[in-house]
Nanobody
Framework: VQLVESGGGLVQAGGSLRLSCVASGSSFAFNAMGWYRQPPGKQRELVASITSGIGITNYADSVKGRFTISRDNAKNTMYLQMNKLKLEDTAVYYC?????????WGQGTQVTVSS
């Protein structure tokens, strides 16, 4: 299983970015997928998640109302639309996929928000 993120970059505060995560190499549907981030010098934290099937979503309080997670099953792709970005959103963002007891991670994409 391979997860590849893209869409990170440098953006000014208040701006927007859309991250993508393409999954390949799996013949099964993931139970859930999510985005995590790791700010400099801090631990990795959950940003948002989405379940399979009807796609129940969950967000960290810090991003509610600003970020939207979605997935396109036909394209094996998950997205994170990030609006009204803040300096504190600066982090490496990781794609995550869960299948049973197995946890898969992407390599991460850097998001830097400048003032």
């Amino acid at each position: 299983v391979q997860l590849v993120e893209s869409g990170g970059g440098l953006v000014q505060a208040g701006g927007s970015l859309r991250l993508s995560c393409v999954a390949s190499g799996s013949s099964f549907a993931f139970n859930a997928m999510g985005w995590y981030r790791q700010p400099p010098g801090k631990q990795r934290e959950l940003v948002a998640s989405i379940t399979s099937g009807i796609g129940i979503t969950n967000y960290a309080d810090s991003v509610k109302g600003r970020f939207t997670i979605s997935r396109d099953n036909a394209k094996n792709t998950m997205y994170l639309q990030m609006n009204k970005l803040k300096l504190e959103d600066t982090a490496v963002y990781y794609c995550n996929a869960l299948h049973g007891i197995y946890n898969y991670w992407g390599q991460g994409t850097q998001v830097t928000v400048s003032s």
